[in-house]
């Protein structure tokens, strides 16, 4: 994650790990980049999430390290948003990869398609941006993988794990022991309880609970309210 001591990506790609019970692993191979680096920053989706992610960004201090947006609907959308232009499709970016190294959040709601396109544009040379709010908690004793966004209020436990590209919402609570695979969307207020394992592209509802030790399998969705107790799936 990026912290105010520096940045932390994962360099590796974003495969499909090895599993376990059919829970995905999440991918949380850290560096440090200092802070005084030179760092272009894009976010790809400038809809609900890509505005999300940029007030995350403002909210954290890294304004004047963004670019702007790339979306491929940006032919009818606004020149601007919160005054960072839109740049383009996500073919510009990806030319723009070839000569110059630039971080990214990929910012889109659907997991699956963030992981595709966050695979697409890693082979290319991009590097991920983990946003986090300062008004989240994420323990040192956690991992958060690059490209990830932890909204205002969020909170991460110690020795929990947080895999690439997920997004946890404000309110919403990764419980200590909790593995959280690749592209989860944790939505405001649900929880991830002690020791819990959600997998990869999973959707978690709002206000949703998963108990102590359950298991939530790769590319469930967990409605709003609901819950999942140990031994569920």
Known sequence: MYVRRGYRGEEGAITEPETTAGITEPQ???QEVALDEDIRLAIVGA????????????????ESWVIGFYDDAHAVLPDKVRGF?????????????????????????DNAVRLRLANSIRALGARFFTAVHPASYASAESVV???????????????????SHCYVGPGAIVDRDAVVGAGVWVSAG??????????AR???GQNA????????????????LSSVEEGGS
């Open 202 to 204: 999973a959707v978690l």
């Open 145 to 163: 993988g690059d490209g990830s966004v932890l909204a205002a209020g969020s909170v991460v436990h110690p020795d929990a794990a947080v895999g």
């Open 28 to 30: 949380v191979q850290v």
């Open 85 to 109: 232009p839109v740049l383009g499709d996500v073919a510009m970016l990806k030319s723009m990869l070839s000569v110059e190294a630039v971080h990214v959040v990929v910012a889109i709601t």
């Open 209 to 224: 609970s998963v108990g102590r030790r359950a298991v939530v399998g790769e590319n469930a969705e967990l409605a709003a």
């Open 190 to 199: 649900a929880v991830v309880g002690p020791g819990a394992r959600v997998g």
């Open 47 to 62: 809809g609900g999430y890509g505005r999300l992610a940029l007030d995350v960004l403002i909210a954290s201090g890294f």
